[in-house]
């Protein structure tokens, strides 16, 4: 038994023996923790690196889709927009823009907003319901229908289809980016001599 | 190193020895850690700066093109939707510069270009200050019209000898308009040097001119924009880039007449001020303008 099991070479009397587990278990205390330290910064720092990568991304797609949809800064009609709107190539994002019109009132507010309130409660407007408050311009040529009319250029085909992360943590976390661009928008059909108003695209885009 | 190790630490104090390990072990991953949490709050702060000045820039290309497109109504009495007679703001530009004793833009020209600019620049009047002008480029390179919409800093935290300042970008800072006026380029170019996120958009026009009733060769003009992150610019006639007037204009009737007509006891304050300040540098000086 004792060729299996030989004797420990410090005998239990040798001074600051306790033991094989009872000598690791005090180092194990502060080993744990750091690795806990470590982990838990190594996770936080991935993710502040996910979530900054994710607002890059968004903001290079914005400029992307941008350029393409501001294409010479001046549109003569909506079907040049919707023809531009089908040239938008976006990779992993859901969007829309929209050519909101500026008000003529210079004092007044910038009043695009993708919030309102309802019951005292914050919430997001609809895109269906953006284009039905004439918040978006119309070309006066296609009165009848508004998909047809509205400077509007959606991802997908159908806005009822829109389900958009709206809400202020969108905005903090990355996750949603809005940006404007003014442009030039012909806003009647007056023979050889349109008259150019002033309008705003709006980029709205999400992961 | 063993023979050191073994004097510190003999067997009897494995124990010891295994926590004092650890705690090394713990001092190093805190150590890292720290690095890891600066490193990741630093992470991407040139990148966002260059994507927002980016978009500056953007916005200010896209801006100047609209104002200059956009149309106004040919008859100042009839709105846009009233009238069969429309221009480009650019053509009443020429024309109003054309019409105009000693060739500078007429008080009409000056409030559209101020309505128009400050209709573009709408999103951004509460985070960006911006300057506008119109400028022969003749040898004389005088400004025809310098529009500026700058921030107002709370007291004490922008004085007459304050360096350039920014202030946190929570803070709202409320702006006001300016009308205002410069003895050369170098002035407002001057501003690039002391702000952030500076972008600039300029485009050639040309002026036309009129001489015994036949138009003649246009003067080459240019049209400028600029916008920047508001920051506290230094003022003073030594060592400054504005100097504020202190009684503010109150209609743009009297704007050109205020600022550029030598007749005008106020124009010929202000050309002495420019011509003296900065040891005769110039700077911008600028009416503060608060319609009644």
């Given at each position: 038994?004792?060729?299996?099991?030989?004797?420990?070479?410090?005998?239990?009397?040798?001074?600051?023996?306790?033991?094989?587990?009872?000598?690791?278990?005090?180092?194990?205390?502060?080993?744990?923790?750091?690795?806990?330290?470590?982990?838990?910064?190594?996770?936080?720092?991935?993710?502040?690196?996910?979530?900054?990568?994710?607002?890059?991304?968004?903001?290079?797609?914005?400029?992307?889709?941008?350029?393409?949809?501001?294409?010479?800064?001046?549109?003569?009609?909506?079907?040049?927009?919707?023809?531009?709107?089908?040239?938008?190539?976006?990779?992993?994002?859901?969007?829309?823009?929209?050519?909101?019109?500026?008000?003529?009132?210079?004092?007044?507010?910038?009043?695009?907003?993708?919030?309102?309130?309802?019951?005292?409660?914050?919430?997001?407007?609809?895109?269906?319901?953006?284009?039905?408050?004439?918040?978006?311009?119309?070309?006066?040529?296609?009165?009848?229908?508004?998909?047809?009319?509205?400077?509007?250029?959606?991802?997908?085909?159908?806005?009822?289809?829109?389900?958009?992360?709206?809400?202020?943590?969108?905005?903090s976390?990355?996750?949603?980016?809005?940006?404007?661009?003014?442009?030039?928008?012909?806003?009647?059909?007056?023979?050889?001599?349109?008259?150019?108003?002033?309008?705003?695209?709006?980029?709205?885009?999400?992961? | 190193?063993?023979?050191?190790?073994?004097?510190?630490?003999?067997?009897?104090?494995?124990?010891?020895?295994?926590?004092?390990?650890?705690?090394?072990?713990?001092?190093?991953?805190?150590?890292?850690?720290?690095?890891?949490?600066?490193?990741?709050?630093?992470?991407?702060?040139?990148?966002?700066?260059?994507?927002?000045?980016?978009?500056?820039?953007?916005?200010?290309?896209?801006?100047?093109?609209?104002?200059?497109?956009?149309?106004?109504?040919?008859?100042?009495?009839?709105?846009?939707?009233?009238?069969?007679?429309?221009?480009?703001?650019?053509?009443?530009?020429?024309?109003?510069?054309?019409?105009?004793?000693?060739?500078?833009?007429?008080?009409?020209?000056?409030?559209?270009?101020?309505?128009?600019?400050?209709?573009?620049?709408?999103?951004?009047?509460n985070s960006?200050?911006?300057?506008?002008?119109?400028?022969?480029?003749?040898?004389?390179?005088?400004?025809?019209?310098?529009?500026?919409?700058?921030?107002?800093?709370?007291?004490?935290?922008?004085?007459?000898?304050?360096?350039?300042?920014v202030l946190p970008s929570t803070t709202v800072v409320?702006?006001?308009?300016?009308?205002?006026?410069?003895?050369?380029?170098?002035?407002?170019?001057?501003?690039?040097?002391?702000?952030?996120?500076?972008?600039?958009?300029?485009?050639?026009?040309?002026?036309?001119?009129?001489?015994?009733?036949?138009?003649?060769?246009?003067?080459?003009?240019?049209?400028?924009?600029?916008?920047?992150?508001p920051?506290?610019?230094?003022?003073?006639?030594?060592?400054?880039?504005?100097?504020?007037?202190?009684?503010?204009?109150?209609?743009?009737?009297?704007?050109?007449?205020?600022?550029?007509?030598?007749?005008?006891?106020?124009?010929?304050?202000?050309?002495?001020?420019?011509?003296?300040?900065?040891?005769?540098?110039?700077?911008?000086?600028?009416?503060?303008?608060?319609?009644?």
């Open positions: 038994m004792l060729k299996f099991f030989p004797p420990p070479k410090h005998s239990s009397h040798s001074r600051g023996y306790i033991g094989p587990i009872g000598d690791d278990l005090p180092s194990l205390i502060p080993l744990i923790f750091a690795l806990a330290v470590f982990f838990a910064t190594f996770s936080n720092t991935l993710g502040t690196f996910e979530k900054k990568n994710a607002l890059f991304d968004l903001d290079l797609e914005v400029f992307k889709i941008a350029r393409v949809l501001r294409g010479n800064g001046y549109y003569t009609g909506v079907e040049a927009f919707h023809d531009a709107c089908k040239l938008v190539r976006a990779k992993n994002v859901y969007f829309f823009a929209m050519i909101v019109p500026i008000s003529e009132n210079i004092d007044e507010p910038y009043a695009f907003s993708l919030f309102k309130s309802e019951n005292g409660q914050v919430v997001e407007k609809g895109l269906r319901e953006m284009v039905t408050n004439r918040q978006v311009l119309l070309d006066p040529r296609f009165a009848g229908s508004l998909e047809e009319s509205a400077y509007i250029c959606p991802s997908l085909d159908e806005i009822d289809n829109y389900r958009i992360p709206f809400s202020g943590a969108a905005y976390e990355g996750r949603l980016l809005t940006r404007s661009f003014p442009i030039a928008v012909a806003s009647n059909n007056m023979e050889n001599y349109p008259i150019v108003d002033l309008g705003q695209l709006v980029v709205v885009i999400w992961h | 190193m063993a023979l050191t190790v073994r004097k510190f630490f003999p067997p009897s104090c494995r124990g010891q020895a295994a926590l004092t390990d650890a705690l090394f072990l713990l001092a190093i991953v805190v150590g890292v850690s720290t690095l890891l949490y600066l490193f990741s709050s630093n992470y991407g702060v040139a990148t966002a700066e260059y994507l927002n000045h980016q978009y500056s820039s953007d916005y200010i290309t896209a801006a100047l093109k609209t104002i200059l497109f956009a149309s106004i109504s040919h008859d100042p009495d009839k709105s846009l939707s009233n009238t069969h007679e429309v221009d480009y703001v650019l053509t009443i530009v020429k024309e109003g510069y054309a019409a105009k004793e000693p060739h500078l833009l007429e008080d009409r020209v000056l409030t559209v270009l101020r309505d128009r600019v400050r209709r573009v620049m709408k999103p951004l009047e960006r200050d911006y300057l506008f002008y119109v400028q022969e480029t003749t040898q004389a390179s005088r400004f025809l019209f310098i529009y500026a919409w700058l921030s107002e800093f709370p007291p004490g935290t922008c004085g007459p000898n304050s360096t350039s300042k409320p702006h006001r308009e300016y009308f205002c006026i410069a003895k050369s380029e170098s002035n407002i170019l001057g501003i690039s040097q002391r702000v952030n996120g500076y972008a600039q958009s300029i485009t050639g026009i040309g002026l036309g001119e009129v001489e015994n009733g036949s138009p003649r060769e246009p003067i080459p003009g240019v049209v400028f924009l600029s916008a920047w992150t920051n506290c610019l230094p003022q003073g006639t030594t060592g400054g880039l504005f100097q504020f007037h202190g009684t503010p204009l109150t209609s743009e009737e009297s704007l050109a007449h205020s600022l550029y007509d030598p007749a005008n006891p106020i124009a010929n304050q202000i050309q002495e001020v420019l011509s003296t300040a900065n040891n005769g540098r110039g700077l911008i000086y600028c009416i503060p303008f608060a319609p009644a």
